[in-house]
């Protein structure tokens, strides 16, 4: 079986959509039924794999998307015309994207298979600006409606879907979860400039709205102000820019906690895991999330953790996190967890097999094999996206 895996997308630094593809990558290399796996990154990415120490295996072959630039337009246009043709070209038995982008499905020889993080364009178009949440939405409900099969990460997207879709990408769809793993070692050295021991609160979000951050910081600088936590208390914003980037700045200086609030990104499987292992607690006050994978990420590593009380939240986390209702007066309810667990003991690891490599692999083989059945040898006789999973099926995955 020979993959193609495409993951070429807009940041240069680390993000959600590129530590997705590398685990998927991992999932992947584990089992023999996989003889070749052909990743597709940006041509500004060419340093991806090699990062994630994924270099040495003798059956991943990178490729640069190329003549690809940053621009959106470019970006769509090389997967619609592009990706068919290379996937043609390396004989690839079936294609997955990583993430939602425009699919010319009549151009493929072979089943076509894409992850779905989020309906945020539809839930949250403010996180995009516009006219660009137009602009995606069209995208995604284009790519939904001409792949095979829909992967989505976790059963509060896949009832999302159910909510925004068609009939047609809901009967295509299937759960499974982000490859979450304990990585290699914790750095020694502290990724965080100027630190010297500082208590810190983690918060690991690209700045967009649902992300809360600026929630997060006015109820950081009321905990200070009332002495509730310790004054030498740190905020660490792990996380690429975004839209609310100029915004959120321009609140720590209105506030003047420029000192005590610090902003990371591109930062190390190692240099993030001791962010996890040091904070003295994570904080994810998210309005929506398609997964959560900082939480699952903060309960892998022991983190104390307070969590906006969303869907995906208590889907990863059942109760082994402080969740928190925001839709009433959130920075006192806030304020009041982030003290309550400050005072708690601190928390042990949590196994979390459900999310690990050799179970997500099978269901991944699981998926490719049934398209790939379905798909030979009359694959261009019917119509893209027939293949319909039910909701059985979807379970046993």
């Known amino acids: 079986m020979k993959i193609l895996l ?10 959600g959509l590129q530590r997705h593809a590398l685990n998927v990558a991992r ?7 996989v003889s070749a796996l052909h990743v597709v990154v940006a041509p500004w990415q060419h340093d991806l794999v090699k990062s994630a120490g994924l270099d040495s295996e003798s059956r991943l072959t990178t490729h640069i998307a190329e003549p690809m630039t940053k621009s959106s337009f470019s970006r769509n246009l090389w997967y619609y015309r592009r990706l068919p043709v290379l996937a043609a070209r390396l004989e690839a038995d079936l294609v997955h994207l990583t ?42 409900k284009q790519c939904l409606r001409s792949v095979d099969a829909i992967a989505c990460v976790s059963e509060t ?17 299937v759960r ?40 997060l910081i006015r109820t950081v600088d009321r905990l200070l102000r009332s002495g509730e936590i310790d004054l030498n208390m740190w905020l660490v914003v792990v996380g690429v820019a975004g839209p609310e980037t100029r915004d959120i700045h321009r609140l720590v200086a209105d506030r003047g906690l420029g000192h005590g609030i610090h902003f990371l990104e591109g930062l190390s499987e190692p240099a993030l895991l001791w962010c996890y292992t040091r904070c003295e607690a994570l904080v994810a006050p998210s309005t929506t999330e398609g997964f959560g994978l900082p939480v699952t990420e903060g309960l892998l590593a022991g983190c104390r953790i307070v969590c906006s009380d969303i869907p995906a939240h208590r889907e990863v986390a059942n109760s082994q996190c402080r969740f928190v209702s925001l839709l009433e007066t959130p920075e006192k309810t806030l304020a009041t967890a982030i003290a309550a667990v400050l005072r708690e003991p601190k928390k042990q ?21 049934r398209l790939i059945a379905s798909a030979t040898p009359a694959r261009s006789a019917r119509m893209p996206g027939s293949i319909e999973i039910s909701a059985s099926e979807s379970q046993s995955l």
């Open 6 to 15: 495409a993951a070429a997308s807009f940041h240069s630094h680390i993000s």
């Open 27 to 33: 999932c992947l290399l584990q089992p023999p039924e």
């Open 157 to 173: 997207t896949r009832l999302r879907l159910k909510q925004y879709a068609s009939p047609a990408a809901w009967r295509k769809s």
């Open 99 to 140: 993430f939602p982008m425009p699919v010319n499905a009549a151009a493929f020889s072979c089943p076509t298979v894409v992850t779905l993080h989020d309906l945020y364009p539809y839930e949250i178009p403010t996180n995009f600006g516009f006219p660009k949440s137009i602009v995606n939405r069209l995208t995604l």
């Open 349 to 369: 690891p949590v196994s979390l097999p459900q999310f690990s490599a050799p179970v997500l692999a099978k269901q991944y083989m699981g998926l490719y094999g």
């Open 176 to 215: 499974i979860y982000n490859c979450v793993e304990s990585g290699p070692p914790a750095a020694t050295e502290s990724p965080i400039p100027g630190w010297l021991g500082e208590p810190f609160l983690l918060c690991v979000a690209q700045h967009r709205r649902n992300k809360n951050i600026s929630l």
